[in-house]
């Protein structure tokens, strides 16, 4: 039952039984959700609404969040700003668009050649890394937590093979975050925009290639339309984090009870998020195969070497950053990073190494 449904039926039995209709209406908190992304956009559109409806179940119906896409209430770059001011409660993007707030922010999103989806949030939850979140966003008036994640994402949609790192000199290329610098260190001509615009982009040829997540999303938003070579691995975001930051002062508002109902809702959905990507990228890449004749292909060793070596560059440079915060986060990462990457030699990876030996199984 919708819980205005309940209110009507509780005032109707009120009356019936000549007790008065409990005083709830008057203690519930409407919530403004704004967004990064188009209403139900497959991926994160879909993700945002799901944490929206969360939040209003496990409060209760305490706090009805209502969910504005980008561009409905502000721009999609903007949903940042607009919490922190106080214009919306709440937020649904990811931390990669925020580097221009603290260059600090963007290892809480994703890293080039850095931690897998259970990686990051392991850091965060087992190894100091929300603490530190926690931290560099009071410092905007905002709560954050991580509450989804795409998995690997892809090194994107090309309209030219890539056959060695003289190809990527000059190429106009749609990324973000810190595989944004890691791009530019290989003189590509590297830019920021949204999905939508980057399809057009691609179409009219003001782009040559672009990243945006992976087969799911990317499939809906027709990028196999403009650019037919689709190239793995994306490592410049071995998985990329979503996250919801609540306004500081309307959390602190909330009594306990509330506040861990939203630290519920994020918390989660972080699985289901990921693996509803996981689950739906495979779905789709069979089909951009199959049914539009997309050309999936590996980047070149050297290629892929070669942005390593740029990524490592990128970190150095934060390790120096003047902002000591941003210091200790990067180095809170790479602890977590080299402990984490030693033990999967033997455990994830081997287990991936083995599955794909040849032989026979269930045949």
């Known amino acids: 039952m919708k819980r205005r449904d309940f209110l009507k039926t509780a005032g109707v039995a009120g009356v019936a039984t000549g007790l008065a209709a409990p005083a709830i209406a008057q203690d519930v908190r409407r919530w403004k959700m704004v967004t990064a992304w188009p209403k139900n956009l497959p991926g994160p559109g879909v993700a945002a609404q ?19 896409a980008a561009g409905e209430l ?3 770059n903007g949903v940042f700003d607009a919490v922190s001011e106080g214009t919306a409660e709440l937020y649904h993007a990811v931390p990669s668009y925020w580097g221009s707030k603290s260059r600090g922010i963007l290892l809480f999103g994703s890293q080039p050649f850095g931690l897998r989806a259970d990686e990051q949030l392991g850091w965060l939850i087992h190894a100091g890394g929300q603490e530190l979140y926690d931290e560099m966003y009071a410092r905007f008036g905002l709560k954050p937590f991580l509450c989804g994640n795409s998995g690997p994402q892809w090194q994107g949609w090309f309209r030219e093979e890539i056959n060695s790192v003289d190809d990527l000199r000059g190429l106009r290329f749609r990324t973000t ?3 944004s610098e890691m791009c530019s260190k290989l003189g590509m001509a590297v830019q920021a925009m949204g999905g939508g615009d980057m399809f057009q982009a691609l179409q009219s040829g003001a782009l040559d290639a672009g990243e945006f997540i992976g087969p799911w999303t990317d ?32 959390y602190e508002d909330l009594p306990e009870d509330l506040q861990q109902a939203v630290a519920y809702a994020c918390q989660s959905l972080y699985n289901p998020v990921w ?27 050297d290629v892929t070497v070669a942005m390593g070596n740029a990524a490592g560059e990128v970190i150095a440079e934060l390790r120096e950053d003047d902002d000591e915060l941003v210091q200790r986060i990067v180095e809170s990462f790479l602890e977590y990073r080299e402990s984490i990457a030693e033990y999967m030699v033997y455990a994830d990876n081997g287990q991936m190494n083995a599955r794909a030996l040849d032989y026979n199984y269930g045949g």
């Open 50 to 68: 799901m944490l929206a409806d969360r939040i209003t179940a496990l409060s209760g119906g305490r706090i009805e969040v209502e969910l504005y």
């Open 74 to 76: 502000v721009p999609g």
């Open 177 to 179: 975050g810190l595989a």
């Open 219 to 250: 499939s809906a938003l027709g990028f196999y339309q403009v650019a037919k070579n689709y190239y793995w691995p994306g490592v410049g975001e071995p998985s990329s984090a979503e996250e919801c930051a609540v306004n500081m002062q309307a």
């Open 275 to 301: 693996t509803e990507y996981s689950t739906k990228h495979a779905q789709a890449l069979q089909q951009l195969v199959a049914e539009q004749d997309v050309q999936v292909r590996q980047l070149p060793e």
